[in-house]
């Protein structure tokens, strides 16, 4: 866990939005988990205005929500929303996959065959956040080498309230080491210069982290009411 902020550069808000977001990603700040402004604080030495201001960023993103009491939550999504989310994003990152088979530089392709070399590595260290920037940056380089700048920026989007998901997904038994052979086998299929193949291996993919989101979701659900 991150002990405090590094004054480099780069403006210290954007520091602690990216841990807070990092934090959600990875799934140590789960939905429906309240964020203590004063925790992060301590945690990272840094101010509580700052704390505050990148809590409003998250806001405007839809990554947290503030409370009617006070406070602020992470956001919360059932399993109805988080289908509605997943059918779209399964049909943009299949077109991704297929335009950048026609369009990607070799430039794109070695970047993209590096992601998922250092995806596999994170997976066999077991890096939960080497993990996560591998996959984050498949996804970049896969939507950049579309060529399409319509397409990216929808994806784009789609990603910001996927961060939601992703540490849910990712936390049912088994989903990472699949998704690591998932995202492998659509580099195999860009290798032969399978435009359908990779986009039916990467709807298929999008498919099977909507079914382990989905149920990890309802699972959380049934436990809360079992505890009530």
Do not use: W
Request: aromatic share 4%; glycine share 8%; proline share 4%.
């Amino acid at each position: 866990m991150v002990t405090a902020i590094q004054r480099n550069p780069a403006p210290v808000r954007g520091q602690v939005e990216v841990y807070l977001r990092s934090e959600i990603e990875i799934g140590n700040l789960r939905p429906g988990d309240r964020i203590v402004e004063r925790t992060v604080c301590e945690a990272l030495d840094v101010s509580r205005p700052l704390v505050r201001e990148a809590l409003r960023s998250l806001q405007s993103e839809g990554l947290v929500r503030a409370l009617p009491r006070g406070g602020i939550e992470v956001t919360s999504l059932s399993p109805e929303e988080a289908g509605h989310i997943y059918t779209v994003r399964k049909e943009l990152e299949g077109l991704s996959a297929l335009l950048f088979v026609a369009n990607a530089t070799a430039d794109d392709r070695e970047m993209l065959y590096r992601a998922v070399s250092d995806l596999k590595a994170a997976f066999e260290a077991n890096e939960a956040e080497r993990l996560l920037e591998a996959k984050n940056r498949f996804y970049a380089i896969l939507s950049a080498g579309s060529g399409n700048p319509v397409l990216q920026a929808m994806l784009r989007n789609i990603h910001g309230q996927i961060r939601l998901l992703r540490g849910t997904s990712l936390s049912e038994p088994g989903r990472a080491g699949r998704m690591v052979g998932e995202l492998s086998a659509i580099v195999e299929a860009v290798r032969k210069g399978d435009a359908q193949e990779a986009r039916r291996l990467t709807e298929a993919h999008v498919a099977a982290a909507m079914d382990a989101t989905k149920q990890a979701l309802s699972d959380r659900k049934d436990k809360r009411v079992a505890a009530e």
